[in-house]
């Protein structure tokens, strides 16, 4: 039973009260007013036949009496009877049945007894002038004054169970009315409970009805907005979360590639760095050889030829996977790169045992490659230097495996060859190229070549790197990977490096005469770099061009250079910052590329290295990396600037990922310094890169 429906027990046990209360005052009244009549009409009845019938006995005209009593039939109609006893003479007279008193019978008998309305009987004794007594006994009847009170009690009775029933009617109507609206709130709640939030309900035509709905309603907006504002943060959250995900991916994959080689997996240059030196300390402290073996493929280039990259990278990948199969716990195998790789053969007890492996490694790397499900051919050969405990350094033992290769080579491939000192044929050839390159500084064959920086959203030139090139009297224009690596480690390079320096202030002097005030820089090598007398040196050629502000001029040093000596790279930052020049960190992501190395190094700008940008159209690895490298640029407040950006779609889509300036083939190459302010003059920005927003939080 419903709650509602529970009402109507309280509800009719009051209206019954009510009514008992109400009925027995009624009866009660009803009654003594019938009573009283009934008593008085009875009274009077009886005073009439004593008044009449004793002057009669008075008179011993007895014979009239009967006469006296019919007569006063009509006088009362609740009369019944009435009886004269003479000395044995009984004359009794009775009225007609009227109409109402047939009705009377219908009155029920529980009422009469409810009303307590009962017959009166009275006698009349008459003494007779004979010294008799004469009896005159009179009757009434009740039914009369009961039809009277029966029928004003029935009449408010049916008066009452109309109210009532017309209660009960609009109660139950109500009652239907709001199980109706519950119903529906109930299933509106429902709906909205198991998960459909558009839910509303509708108006409904009584003011209940409008409030319920509108107070639904607006509850079920508000937990929709609600719903949808924690879903939209949701996801937000969601893809911070990603992106966190993907950047942490990044550097880790970044701080892998430190050490590690991308294609193979094997450790790289620099790892090889690390554990040589290990590796040159035990075999000292135990006194075994250190046998450093450089595997160089044979012919490996007509096989990139022949069958296409993608058969050679998988070569090299085989060939790795056979040399870190051979390491066990004991050797050590790297990747110099392209396809050189080195194995580092440790605690030998003798030549032969070297000879032994080596001879053991080169079958291994002969047996044939399954690439693309054919078989293909390829040796190696192998340059072998052995350490035994002289004085040499890692970098001159792999120099002499180096050689040792090369004359395996020249021996006719697929042998392995051990260092030989008297055939150190390519130390000379070395010697002759530097030589050779100095001259060029000398002659004045070197040539600054500018490729021009942009921002590309603004559609506005910035600035220009100064690059350098070899005018060959013979080979033509030589770039830098040319002929720089052969001096990288000479003095030669700080010669060079000044010369540049000259070269590009005295260039961009004639550049301001002729209205540009770009910013030019100038890539500064390691070596150079770390002079202690960089400042001052660089101080007094920016004194030679007096025209030119500091601000104007930026340095360029490869992040990896940067990071040999933190501490002193630091001070010298900082010096020339003091100075106004400003400071980029070019080939950034090739290095180590960590958060607290870039804290630690105050510089202005990083480049993000041209490879990543490249290929972050199509290699999602890079993608990520470029977005990684410019969040971390953001967070350090630092500028960052895209090289490599080889079409408009690079360039737009790094004005998506918050990357505005930019350097590449895409924009321009780099060109003679002659023809720079014609270029500049005719620049006209991509319309996709004014369109192009910053739409992504790169981290
Ligand atoms: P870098 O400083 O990273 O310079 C950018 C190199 O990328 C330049 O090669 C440039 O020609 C090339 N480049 C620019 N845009 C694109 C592009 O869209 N696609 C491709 N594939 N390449 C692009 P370059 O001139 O051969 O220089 C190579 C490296 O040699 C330079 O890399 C820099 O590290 C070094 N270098 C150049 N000039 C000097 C110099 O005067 N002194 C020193 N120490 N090093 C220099
Ligand atoms: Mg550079
Ligand atoms: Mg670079």
């Known amino acids: 039973m419903g709650s509602y429906s529970r009402l109507f027990i309280p509800i009719s046990l009051l209206i019954i009260s009510v009514s008992a209360v109400r009925y027995q005052a009624l009866l009660n009244q009803e009654t003594a007013l019938a009573t009283s009549h009934y008593q008085s009409e009875a009274r009077q009845l009886d005073l009439y036949l004593a008044n009449t019938v004793l002057p009669l006995a008075v008179q011993t005209d007895l014979r009239s009496v009967p006469r006296v009593l019919r007569s006063a039939l009509p006088l009362n109609h609740n009369l019944s009877s009435i009886r004269w006893d003479n000395a044995g003479e009984h004359t009794e007279v009775l009225p007609d049945t009227s109409p109402e008193e047939q009705l009377a019978a219908s009155v029920p008998a529980w009422f009469a007894r409810l009303t307590g309305i009962t017959a009166i009987n009275s006698r009349l004794t008459v003494a007779l002038p004979g010294g008799q007594d004469a009896i005159l006994d009179v009757h009434y009847r009740p039914d009369l004054p009961l039809l009277q009170v029966w029928n004003r009690v029935r009449h408010q009775a049916v008066i009452s169970a109309i109210n009532i029933t017309l209660i009960f009617v609009l109660l139950s109507l109500i009652l239907a009315s709001h199980r109706k609206l519950l119903a529906r709130l109930t299933m509106a709640t429902e709906r909205f409970r198991s998960g459909d939030f558009t839910i509303r309900m509708a108006d409904g035509a009584t003011p209940e009805e409008q409030a319920v709905s509108r107070s639904f309603n607006s509850m079920a907006g508000d937990i929709g907005n609600m719903l949808s504002s924690l879903q939209a943060s949701q996801k937000r959250l969601g893809e911070q979360l990603n992106e966190t995900v993907h950047m942490q991916k990044a550097l880790q994959k970044m701080s892998w590639q430190n050490y590690n080689d991308v294609l193979t997996g094997l450790p790289n240059r620099a790892a090889l760095a690390a554990r040589f030196e290990q590796e040159l300390f035990i075999s000292r402290e135990r006194q075994r050889l250190l046998a450093v073996c450089l595997f160089d493929l044979d012919h490996f280039q007509s096989i990139n030829d022949r069958h296409g990259a993608e058969a050679g990278d998988e070569i090299l990948k085989q060939v790795a996977a056979r040399l870190h199969d051979f390491t066990g716990q004991v050797h050590y195998a790297a990747r110099l790169g392209g396809d050189e790789f080195v194995m580092l053969l440790c605690g030998q007890a003798s030549i032969a045992t070297i000879e032994q492996n080596v001879t053991l490694l080169m079958q291994e790397l ?175 050629i920016l004194g030679e061009f007096p025209g030119v502000r500091p601000s104007m001029l930026e340095l360029e040093i490869l992040e990896s250079s940067a990071l040999h000596d933190i501490e002193h790279v630091r001070r010298i930052i900082r010096a020339c910052q003091a100075l106004g020049i400003t400071f980029a960190l070019d080939d950034f992501g090739t290095g180590y590329s960590s958060m607290s190395y870039l804290k630690r190094l105050p510089a202005n700008i990083v480049k993000i290295d041209q490879s990543f940008v490249r290929n972050m159209l199509n290699d999602h690895d890079d993608l990520h990396l470029v977005r990684a490298v410019i969040g971390l640029a953001r967070s350090f407040s630092l500028t960052v600037i895209a090289e490599g950006v080889e079409s408009i779609e690079h360039g737009a889509r790094l004005i998506q990922l918050g990357c505005d300036l930019a350097q590449g083939y895409g924009i321009a190459r780099p060109m003679p310094a002659d023809a720079v302010l014609d270029w500049a003059a005719n620049f006209v920005p991509a319309p996709q890169w004014r369109v192009a927003q910053f739409t992504e939080t790169p981290v």
Request: with cysteine; charged share 20%.
């Open 366 to 540: 002969s047996r044939p490659y399954q690439c693309d499900q054919q078989a293909l051919h390829m040796t190696a050969s192998a340059g072998i230097a052995v350490y035994a405990g002289k004085e040499l350094n890692a970098e001159s033992l792999l120099r002499q495996a180096d050689h040792a290769a090369y004359q395996a080579k020249l021996t006719g491939r697929n042998q392995y060859h051990f260092f030989d000192t008297n055939l150190d044929e390519e130390v000379r050839t070395h010697h002759n190229q530097r030589t050779e390159v100095r001259h060029a500084l000398i002659n004045g064959e070197l040539r600054l070549y500018y490729q021009p920086k942009v921002n590309m959203r603004a559609g506005t030139v910035v600035g220009m790197e100064a690059l350098l090139r070899w005018q060959h009297p013979r080979r033509g224009v030589l770039a830098p990977a040319q002929f720089l690596p052969l001096v990288e480690q000479t003095d030669l390079i700080i010669d060079i490096g000044e010369w540049v320096l000259r070269q590009a202030l005295w260039q961009m002097q004639r550049w301001i005469a002729a209205g540009q005030h770009w910013v030019v820089s100038v890539n500064i090598a390691a070596r150079h770099f770390q002079q202690p007398d960089f400042v001052s040196r660089l101080k007094t």
